[in-house]
């Protein structure tokens, strides 16, 4: 059927619409623009390889030097011992330290190239949907903050699930983000700097035995050099024999990769993360009822399970198409609103900018209605829900409050923002150190290694303050103070 | 073969009135489930027992995609033998049942959310974290 754009809308609503006419809009506005994939828009710090096939982490300097040194040590074997080797004992030794050397090198760069496990960020529509859950579920007197945590019951056993300020969604159980990346990655273990990526559900196994084929390689190395040594030596002498071999390198690297094989080996056996182990989140310790709720139940369905179960895909789709915008709602009937900036193809933004964004937001409108209150009421600071003054309780949000996107589309009122860390040198300060430190060590924000201190830490210093604190003696001051706020904050 | 609509090519026509999201259930663990709690927002427009049914079907087919059993151990082993060079002519039983999990959602959006109004989207395209539901104005009530 051909029908024009407005009738369509009032008759054949679920009807057959022709393409040919449907888009006008649309199709033109595609071929314009180049298409690009969604590698090159991923708002994390991650870096792609041919055309979004391999990612690996920012900082890949020491996986270089991983690889040089493999490739050195396994040289220096192939050219000095091998030949040796073969002649006085059996030609197989070359052929089983190949093996083993190809192995190791495949797992590594299986381990390093593949996506370890990102969850994607939730879309603006998921995260207003997310926010409007929480401000329902905090009451309209929202002054304490939103409580960021979920808690879930698995296997018995309480879990509680924290809420992502960078993500913005709830991360599911065993999940981290890491803050080097500035990903969350599911069954998050740990980010290994010596291959250059995060170790996660996807790449767990491939790290598993890229170190346990590492041993192996090591310690047949070393005891094949140790041999070459000791043959040699009762013709040539000790002395020069040492002199032709990569010693020195394996008989270190032996025992920290060993180490690390066996407490891999232990992980994979009880099916904890080295995220949990560290934290001590199922020792028995913790408490006679503390068990892990993922474990199978046995050492070998744990390790099967682990090496052996399925291989969950991608679910950050590297090398598809960005899409053009999603459509929009067609009014805010529910409170859901879309947020300016947070489409996933505008993310290039960092969360700096961001927060300084969304701060200098909050501060104008903190700035507009007290410029209209004319009733100066003495700054109380103490919980004293009109000021909004900055309590324990709700410092909390404060490491994590600059960092989230504050719901710009919607008109709160500016005492029930978020607290502010504003650098302020006023004659409250000493009354807000107490807080200040203690807002530093909230134990929700102080998160196991990869947390989201990286948002947290430069504005750990600042005090939390909000701009209404002030008894707004005269529209100058205060505008002069929102000023050296903004200016504060932006150079944080 | 007639023009097969979906309402994919016509969302810039019909307006958008609200999302709802059905968020994932951890209370098995990590495995992928989906809430069936029934949404307040669908109440008009959809029977509860019919989308109870839809998302107790996705949840089973993510249930085998992820479960461990000698499939899956045996394609384990074969790839780690191989060297994962197998994945390169075979596709993955989660990947198969990923296809098998969109050609479902094709098919329930085709045959039951499309004539009221509502959308699916894959749970993939979101990262596997929630079931987006798009309802769109009702128009045909408004004329």
Request: include cysteine.
């Amino acid at each position: 059927m051909h029908l024009g754009v407005s009738e369509s809308m009032r008759e054949c609503e679920y009807s057959q619409i022709s393409t040919r006419s449907s888009t006008p809009m649309e199709t033109p506005y595609k071929k314009r623009t180049p298409k690009k994939r969604k590698w090159e828009a991923f708002p994390g710090r991650n870096k792609f390889y041919c055309d979004g096939r391999i990612m690996m982490a920012k900082q890949t300097g020491v996986f270089y030097l991983t690889l040089v040194l493999i490739l050195v040590t396994c040289g220096l074997f192939f050219t000095f011992d091998c030949p040796y080797l073969a002649q006085q004992l059996t030609p197989i030794i070359p052929v089983i330290g190949g093996v083993l050397f190809l192995f190791v090198l495949g797992t590594l760069l299986r381990t390093s190239f593949s996506d370890p496990g990102v969850l994607p960020r939730a879309t603006s529509d998921e995260a207003a949907d997310l926010e409007r859950q929480i401000d329902v579920a905090n009451g309209s007197t929202g002054y304490r903050p939103p409580p960021r945590t979920k808690e879930v019951v698995i296997n018995g056993q309480t879990v509680k699930l924290k809420y992502c300020f960078t993500c913005k969604i709830f991360r599911p159980p065993r999940a981290s983000h890491c803050s080097l990346c500035d990903n969350c990655v599911e069954r998050f273990d740990h980010h290994c700097p010596w291959v250059g990526n995060c170790v996660g559900r996807r790449n767990y196994r491939f790290f598993y035995m890229f170190i346990l084929s590492l041993s192996f390689l090591t310690i047949f190395i070393f005891a094949f050099v140790i041999t070459h040594i000791i043959l040699s030596s009762h013709r040539n002498g000790f002395l020069k024999a040492l002199k032709d071999s990569p010693v020195v390198v394996c008989f270190f690297s032996v025992w920290s990769i060993v180490g690390l094989s066996g407490f891999h080996t232990y992980l994979i056996s009880s099916n904890q993360t080295t995220n949990e182990d560290i934290k001590g989140s199922w020792s028995s310790k913790r408490g006679k009822d503390n068990y892990n709720p993922y474990s199978h139940g046995n050492i070998f369905t744990n390790c099967c399970a682990a090496l052996c179960g399925p291989l969950p895909p991608s679910l950050i789709d590297r090398r598809g198409f960005v899409q053009s915008d999603t459509p929009q709602l067609a009014s805010p009937t529910n409170g859901i609103t879309m947020y300016g900036a947070t489409q996933s193809q505008q993310s290039h933004m960092c969360d700096q900018d961001q927060c300084i964004q969304s701060t200098k937001f909050v501060l104008q409108a903190a700035a507009t209605p007290l410029l209209q209150q004319q009733s100066s009421e003495p700054v109380i600071l103490t919980a004293s829900p009109e000021n909004g003054v900055s309590l324990p309780g709700r410092t909390s949000l404060a490491l994590g409050g600059p960092c989230t996107s504050l719901p710009l589309g919607q008109p709160t009122p500016p005492t029930s923002t978020p607290s502010l860390s504003c650098h302020e040198a006023t004659d409250i300060h000493p009354l807000q150190e107490p807080v200040a430190h203690h807002h530093f060590l909230t134990p929700e924000e102080v998160p196991s290694p990869p947390g989201m201190l990286h948002c947290g830490s430069p504005l750990g210093h600042s005090h939390t303050v909000q701009a209404g604190f002030y008894n707004p003696a005269s529209q100058d001051s205060l505008h002069e103070d929102s000023v050296r706020g903004l200016v504060k904050l932006s150079s944080v | 073969m007639a023009e097969t609509h979906s309402l994919q090519d016509m969302r810039p026509q019909a307006a958008v009135a609200a999302k709802v999201f059905i968020q994932r259930d951890y209370t098995n663990g990590t495995v992928c489930q989906f809430q069936t709690k029934f949404p307040s927002e669908l109440e008009t427009r959809i029977d509860k027992q019919q989308f109870e049914e839809t998302v107790r079907m996705l949840n089973n087919l993510y249930a085998e995609a992820e479960k461990l059993g000698s499939q899956s151990y045996i394609e384990g082993c074969l790839a780690c033998l191989t060297a994962y060079t197998v994945f390169l002519c075979m596709e993955t039983h989660y990947e198969k049942m990923l296809k098998k999990i969109a050609k479902y959602i094709q098919e329930q959006n085709d045959k039951i959310y499309a004539p009221r109004g509502l959308l699916l989207t894959d749970p993939i395209e979101r990262g596997l974290r929630v079931i987006e539901v798009t309802i769109f104005e009702d128009r045909s009530l408004t004329r």
